[in-house]
């Protein structure tokens, strides 16, 4: 009996759809006539190096119900690593283990769902492969709430950020015209380097919300004056004003606008702030406005009951497709979403030659962001409103939503 | 022709239920053989005296889809205040205004859906109706996220924004349990006096998950040792250690577990930072540990699409219970929950006197925090299970939530 099977790990930051690209190779193997099984490595590429590893098809032949409750489980089911790899010719050991490990499971094809740093592994890994002549295929599977991978059209994950930063602007919205003075809102959006998620809470805008009133991206350089300019003028129009702010938005020197030094808490002990709160005390001293504001915390990349359908349906046929391609032998690449065109929202699925992709990022460009630096423009918008479109089907019980039993990874720790 | 109308107005801090309340109000009013047309108070009270109302009846008659819409929208439809009635002994000049205003307008019947300040309006208007003979009753319905109301087994907005709270919970847990690291997680959660809000995160343990492993309660004197000490333990036992802890947390002597003074952010201002921050670097510092923070900020408070159905459909209830009773010649009262079982669950509606409930505030019951003072009893969690049950009917459009056009309340602004 001639065994082929293949394997799966996850790695990098959360995302709520990175466990529907790993429910999407189950699939793709179920469907296969290549590989007999799917293992699972726990935490990221470690659980090869430490022999954790999971028969995710026994798992999902005892229960097949699995399948769906994983697809809508935030973060990693089979848990992360931060692990690099270190250069081969540097020291292969770890790639000899890992490549030994390969053979002793009869793996044909390794799956690394994960954002940049994953894609870098994968590039080290078919780079030794092909060095050492294995037919091990190596395939990458996007993932990153930040949306900043190169040679896809967007990145799974990115799109249920996006609904929910949308939607919690919008509620936001609702909180604070209920009261019938000046205030300021300030909501401290994830993407330290790349403003795709901040640019997401332009979707809240509606026919009675033109909230956010200002959007701020780390791609364009702050400045403190013209801001308080654009937040003076706007409380002359009206009551509220609400704000997106990306965490990373730096000065032009290229200084982080967030609070640095001498802050100390009644313990004693020195404090950091983010942008949003500097911002807040900013306008407070200025402006003497009141003013809050609401940092939009690890739940965008995690409150998997507000996912959007489109994005969990995108990444769960990625990760299917990756496994397809690697029946046709493809390998030391990335598959990707390929946008055929906006309205009707269509898409392909593709894939990318690694080395293109792996430590490479992709910022807002220019001409989607407004010449004033405080808005994004239309063509912006028209992109990231397919990706948020549709609902989850998480099941509930007992009022919340069932994602999956993750004890295991307690028991591997 | 004897017309018969009566009146509406929200006041205080939002909830995802207060919406409810009113469309109950509206429902009552649809069904009442006394009352022809229901007045909505724009912005609280301060709407009758600066004579901005509006027309509810005619709205709804106009867009019948609209009472649907309205029971899950966040915050309120009417807008807000913070006005304080004087005593009418003082001054009673607002008195005289807004009983003209009820004159004018043929009001039968006032509703004042609010928190504990909105009870002592409820409070005031009852006895100056008294005073003057005026027939026209006056009946709190309340709403509180903090569920500190008494008189009533539980608050309207309580129960969603406990059903947040653990969801949110549940959905960190999973994005902490991935790294196979020793870390330590502080969800901060509202709540300045009472331990309700904080208490619910316990509602996220299951089979699987054990978080939150440590909870802390403004009711219980906060001391850093024994924090320290309990976190130290857990970490032996754990890699993630996950604590809730309320935003109202005051060690012995009454302070505020808070930062205070002479923090100074990078443009030179001084910052303050809460529990979960405050938290944060007593951990860092001591232990040495990986540890974050997580403010669950205002969303809390507004997320309506994840409001339970029970605190919906009760607060529905509690405005169509208000009408009857002002139609009975009930005044000088609010309506209340009556929790008839436990499991199972049962309620009846009821009423009681304004005056047993203004100004009064309701704790969590010592024999429902464990003797530890860090963790809450199992009667405290069978008296939260049955107020998050049901997921909100809300509907989508282009992936977003779709609320109530609030729009008028800039007009008015």
Redesign the interface.
């Known amino acids: 009996m001639n065994l082929k099977n293949c394997m799966v790990a996850q790695s990098g930051g ?1 995302t709520v759809a990175i466990n529907a690209s790993l429910a999407g190779v189950i699939r793709g193997v179920y469907a296969s006539a290549v590989y007999d099984t799917v293992y699972g490595s726990l ?1 990221g590429i ?1 659980g090869i190096l430490n022999n954790k590893l999971t028969n995710l098809t026994a798992l999902m032949d005892e229960h097949p119900e699995y399948l769906d409750r994983l697809a809508t ?4 089911y089979l ?4 692990y690099k790899l270190p250069d081969y010719m540097d020291d292969d050991s770890p790639y000899v283990f890992i490549f030994n490990q390969f053979e002793t499971y009869h793996i044909e094809a390794f799956f690394y769902i994960g954002g940049n740093d994953s894609m870098d592994t994968v590039l080290k890994l078919s780079e030794y492969a092909r060095k050492i002549g294995s037919n091990v295929r190596i395939i990458g599977i996007p993932k990153t709430i930040d949306n900043d991978l190169c040679e896809t059209d967007h990145t799974p994950g990115f799109g249920s950020a996006a ?1 929910y930063i ?3 602007l ?3 919205a ?2 604070t ?4 003075v000046k205030s300021v809102t300030i909501v401290e959006i994830m993407g330290r380097d790349a403003g795709w998620l901040t640019a997401a809470a332009a ?2 805008r ?4 033109s909230a956010p009133h200002l959007i701020y991206l780390p791609e364009v350089p702050f400045d ?1 004056d013209d801001f308080l300019l654009d937040v003076k003028r706007l409380l002359f129009e ?3 004003v609400i704000i997106a702010v990306s965490e990373g938005i730096r000065d032009a020197s290229g ?1 982080y ?11 004693g ?3 950091l ?1 983010g942008a949003g ?2 911002l807040e ?2 306008i ?2 200025k402006l003497g406005v009141k003013v ?1 504001s ?2 939009i ?3 965008q ?6 996912a ?1 359908r ?1 994005d969990l349906e995108e990444s769960m046929a990625l990760g299917k497709k990756a496994v397809a391609l690697s029946e046709e032998g493809v390998t030391a690449s990335m598959v990707t979403i390929n946008r055929v065109s906006d309205a009707p929202y269509q898409v392909e699925y593709g894939y990318a030659q690694i080395a293109h992709i792996a430590n490479e990022a992709k910022s807002v460009p220019a001409e989607w962001i407004a010449p004033s630096g405080n808005d994004v423009t239309q063509p912006l918008i028209d992109y990231l ?1 397919p990706l ?4 989850s089907k998480v099941a ?1 019980e ?4 069932v ?1 999956m ?3 295991h ?2 028991v ?2």
């Open positions: 959360p935490n470690t489980t935030p973060a990693m848990g992360s690593c931060r609904k949308a939607s919690s919008l509620e936001i609702h909180d015209f209920i009261y019938a979707l809240a509606n026919e009675y919300n403190a009206r009551n509220n200084a606008i967030s609070a640095s030094e001498g802050t100390v808490d009644n313990f002990h020195s404090q702030s709160k500097t005390f900013l407070k001293e809050r609401v940092e915390n690890v739940l990349r995690c409150a998997a009951h507000l959007s489109t409103a948020i479109q549709g609902e509930y007992n009022g919340l939503p994602y039993d993750v004890s990874l307690s591997h720790q």
